[in-house]
Nanobody
């Protein structure tokens, strides 16, 4: 059974940084595109970023472009999200996910980690 476990969330002041990690267990996800999503209070879950299998390609939502960086370490079966210049509107629960086929709905989801940015 595949499990994705996020970590690294917390509370930070605006302008600060956090680094989220998402470790996979149960099987290797090295052949899967990895994603980050977030859900703000009272809003639908939104896409944040993805990274290709090799890590050579990345994509970001406009709302985080230039501030967030996604990366992966296939040896550790882990994906990361470095978040800099955080804003209060970045507050929410952050979820990692994995999709066998890029562009399709993810096959696996983590339980989420809370990020709170205060002004």
């Amino acid at each position: 059974q595949v499990q994705l476990e996020e970590s690294g969330g917390g509370s930070v002041q605006a302008g600060g940084s956090l680094r989220l990690s998402c470790a996979a267990s149960g099987r290797s996800l090295n052949a899967y595109a990895r994603h980050w999503f977030r859900q703000a209070p009272g809003k639908e879950r939104e896409f944040i970023s993805w990274i290709s299998v090799s890590g050579a390609r990345t994509y970001y939502a406009d709302s985080v472009k230039g501030r967030f960086t996604i990366s992966r370490d296939n040896a550790k079966n882990t994906v990361y999200l470095q978040m800099n210049s955080l804003k209060p509107e970045d507050t929410g629960v952050y979820y990692c996910a994995a999709a066998r086929t890029l562009g399709s709905d993810p096959d696996y989801w983590g339980q989420g980690t809370q990020v709170t940015v205060s002004s």
